[in-house]
């Protein structure tokens, strides 16, 4: 186990956390290239089988920052919440967060401390992270971080 983090009692009720990454990614107008039909494709499986779903608090913060249009703010709030489990971080989470975003510093790595915080969220719970975000597979080799393989 990585040093200082710690499974969450209980937590053999594993969810799929899905990163802003993908969010952000499957729900642009105007798609860029075929990774993110493939993507927007993953999540849509995914939201349709019976798999449970988690959205960090942090996720959910950066994927409803931004929009302009309060009704459309309000339409993907409500969808999100009614999509995911919405995983809240603990203070215990942060300092975590902070220790892990150190050591990778340690090994020549420059992550977000949000990635690092998205990592905890899902360490701790023993759930699978979603996301196409470069950060992860590198926090993942020093820590023991599970990535969920999307298979569309």
């Not at 209980?10 to 039909?37: C, Q």
């Not at 489990?85 to 215990?92: E, F, N, R, W």
């Not at 990592?119 to 590198?138: K, Q, R, S, Y």
């Amino acid at each position: 186990m990585f040093p200082g983090i710690r499974l969450q009692e209980g937590a053999s009720n594993a969810v799929i956390i899905v990163d802003t990454s993908v969010l952000s990614r499957a729900f642009r107008r105007r798609r860029s290239g075929p990774d993110e039909s493939t993507i927007q494709r993953a999540l849509q499986e995914l939201m349709a089988s019976e798999l449970p779903l988690g959205l960090p608090g942090v996720v959910l913060q950066e994927i409803l920052s931004g929009i302009r249009s309060e009704r459309q703010f309000e339409d993907l709030r409500e969808m999100l919440l009614a999509s995911f489990t919405i995983l809240p971080a603990t203070v215990s989470d942060h300092v975590e967060a902070a220790r892990l975003k150190n050591t990778c510093e340690r090994q020549g790595l420059n992550v977000s401390g949000i990635d690092c915080l998205i990592a905890v969220c899902a360490i701790t719970g023993n759930h699978e992270l979603l996301a196409v975000d470069d950060d992860f597979p590198a926090i993942a080799r020093h820590a023991p971080l599970k990535m969920y393989q999307a298979t569309a």
